[in-house]
């Protein structure tokens, strides 16, 4: 929890990790990749605070201390979500697999939440797997990287026949959240990793599933606003729209927050810190502080501190029926979601 | 840097040897397709080099190891292309350094293979579909950028469909939103509307204008906040600056 001039927080880190990229865990002949990795994902620390930048050493494997440290003690994080990566083409035993992620969450009872993740090119054996996983970790989210390569295949779109067999199979075992990666990414050639009309389509045909697109479609926003308006469950996962934008970037974050605000709303924004890419702490009290900077930005939407306190908590725990201390709810409902009709009335 | 010295003795070629301030105007003419900024600017080009006979050396770099293949392909083809079109170039060669695609691309690009044979197996087809989806998105940033000051002038939404852009004052934004319709094939005559749906070149109405205005701005606000994050990673990835490049 988070509390700041009287007023508390409850905060849901709903995008984090917990990895191991140190050269003892780089498949021999794929080093390269491994090391391109890291150092790819190091690079996004950069463009947070210089007081919160890690050596390359750190950062390639981070210890349970520091992530206890980082995330809770120093970060006011209340409950964080492990999003797996896998990556085992390049990593040994994966770059942060759900085993990794809950055999920690395991030492530390009421603290994580360990999602899974699937891939439908696995057929039955991956969903097998992903039964598995929920019996095992009792997972009610997945993340899912449609971009990612696999034996010749360029990716996959959550329109794909296979993909809704696995989708279905998510609403019976009980996964409520699908944890979209639709942004900065690794693997497209010709395909256009970004594209969010997939989400769009299996929004449509799975009404009792949240669809969280993580990075909100970065660089493509608009097609992921355009299309969230019309969705009820579709959700935007600001990891890195604030780890990447709000230090390094405040005017254009401050007009990616407006531009979320109008079309997609603040009942459907999830924080995430994207840790171990950047700490939740400063975040978490930046985000806190922020208003607009100037009247630049009179036409978009006003935040509230009611904003603020859904954005860092309060949605997700929805999402994933976390129980919010009473101090830390909000009284008097919820707010107003963004219509699309709030668009067409809106004067330029 | 360059290497134009002159060389005792040496004959003289028929056409004068391109400069190196020609090359990098040729250069200056290549965008990262995604960003619709010059890679000059971007801060991408990292050496050019002009011997006295007009072969010239371009090196790139771009923001991570792990940058979009496809979208490194296009700049690199498209620095190629510019480096060859330029009077007075003999040969070109352009390379991409520190990506993990690097040997494919210069390799293809030096081959003349285009993409999906530089990517052997691992690429459907060429890239036009991607290059003119983002440039479709560059033609509604580039609305706002020109409506804006519209707008905050007073502009009604009638006004705004009614305007063509003979009528808009000019300027460097104008230019931009006029080329990139043009290269979408779209109408960018003095006597064609500002307002236009660059998927299909139908005038906007003034009834919908408000909303296309929303959208222009939104995909502009994507536009500019990916190019901040690619300069940032740059920054903290190379220390020295490009040639051209340019802070925003």
């Known amino acids: 929890m988070y ?15 917990y990895w191991n990229a140190a ?42 201390e520091d992530l206890m440290r980082d995330v809770f003690a120093d970060g006011y994080v209340d409950v964080a979500v492990f999003q797996p990566t896998y990556l085992k083409e390049w990593y040994r035993e994966g770059f942060n697999t759900t085993e990794r992620n809950a055999a920690l969450g395991e030492k530390h009872p009421g ?12 057929g039955d054996e991956g969903l097998k797997a992903l039964k598995a996983n929920v019996e095992r970790y009792g997972s009610k989210g997945v993340k899912l990287y449609t971009a990612e390569w696999r034996d010749g295949s360029r990716g996959w779109t959550l329109r794909d026949p296979e993909a809704y067999r696995y989708l279905e199979a998510c609403q019976e075992l009980g996964i409520v959240n699908i944890h979209v990666h639709k942004g900065p990414t690794i693997w497209p050639l010709d395909k256009d990793a970004f594209d969010v009309s997939d989400v769009d389509h299996a929004a449509t045909d799975f009404p009792d599933l949240n669809f969280i697109v993580e990075h909100v479609g970065l660089p493509r926003i608009e097609d992921f606003c355009f299309m969230a308006t019309q969705e009820p469950n579709v959700y935007a996962g600001l990891s890195v729209v604030i780890g990447g934008l709000m230090h390094a970037r405040p005017k254009f974050f401050a007009k990616v927050m407006g531009e979320l605000l109008f079309w ?15 700490e939740p702490k400063w975040q978490v009290e930046g985000f806190v502080d922020w208003d607009y900077p100037s009247d630049e930005f009179s036409d978009y939407p006003r935040i509230t501190t009611a904003t603020k306190k859904k954005i860092l908590g309060l949605n997700a725990a929805r999402l994933y029926g976390i129980d919010v201390p009473a101090e830390c709810r909000l009284e008097g409902g919820q707010g107003v979601p963004a ?10 | 840097m360059t290497g134009t010295t002159v060389v005792p003795g040496r004959e003289r070629v028929e056409a004068p040897a391109a400069g190196r301030a020609d090359v990098l105007a040729a250069l200056e003419t290549v965008r990262d397709p995604e960003l619709d900024e010059p890679i000059t600017a971007l801060g991408f080009v990292t050496a050019c080099t002009v011997s006295p006979a007009g072969d010239v050396r371009v090196r790139l770099r771009l923001p991570t190891y792990f940058c979009a293949p496809n979208f490194a392909f296009l700049m690199v083809a498209d620095a190629y292309d510019a480096v060859s079109a330029t009077a007075g170039v003999r040969g070109t060669e352009v390379v991409l350094e520190d990506h993990f695609a690097a040997e494919a691309i210069n390799g293809g690009v030096a081959a003349r293979a285009g993409f999906a044979r530089s990517f052997a197996g691992l690429a459907e087809g060429e890239l036009h579909d991607l290059r003119a989806d983002f440039l479709r998105k560059a033609v509604l940033a580039g609305t706002d950028r020109v409506c804006r000051p519209l707008v905050d002038a007073g502009a009604t939404p009638a006004r705004l469909a009614e305007l063509t852009l003979g009528e808009v004052p000019a300027g460097r934004d104008l230019d931009r939103l006029r080329r990139r319709r043009a290269e979408l094939g779209l109408p960018a005559g003095d006597g064609d509307p500002l307002l236009i749906e660059p998927s299909t070149g139908v005038p906007v109405g003034a009834g ?15 536009a500019d906040a990916n190019t901040g994050i690619c300069r940032g990673m740059l920054r903290h990835r190379y220390a020295d600056t490009g040639l051209g490049e340019e802070e925003p």
């Not at chain 1, 603290?111 to 090119?121: E, L, S, Y």
């Not at chain 1, 997609?264 to 950047?278: A, H, L, N, P, R």
């Open chain 1, 264 to 278: 997609v709303g603040e009942d459907k924004m999830t924080f995430g810190s994207d840790y171990g890419i950047w």
């Open chain 2, 208 to 222: 919908a204008v408000p909303l296309h205005l929303r959208r222009a701005r939104v995909t502009r606000v994507g």
């Open chain 1, 23 to 64: 050269p003892d865990n780089w498949v021999p002949g794929a080093e390269q990749y491994a090391k391109g990795w890291i150092e790819c994902f190091h690079a996004y620390q950069g463009l947070g605070p210089a007081e919160t930048h890690w050596p390359i050493e750190k950062f390639q494997k981070y210890s349970e």
């Open chain 1, 339 to 348: 219509q699309r009709e709030a668009a067409q009335l809106v004067e330029p």
């Open chain 1, 3 to 17: 509390e700041k001039d009287g007023e508390k927080y409850f905060v849901v880190d709903s995008h984090m990790h």
């Open chain 1, 111 to 122: 603290k994580f939440i360990a999602n899974t993740r699937w891939d439908p090119r696995e």
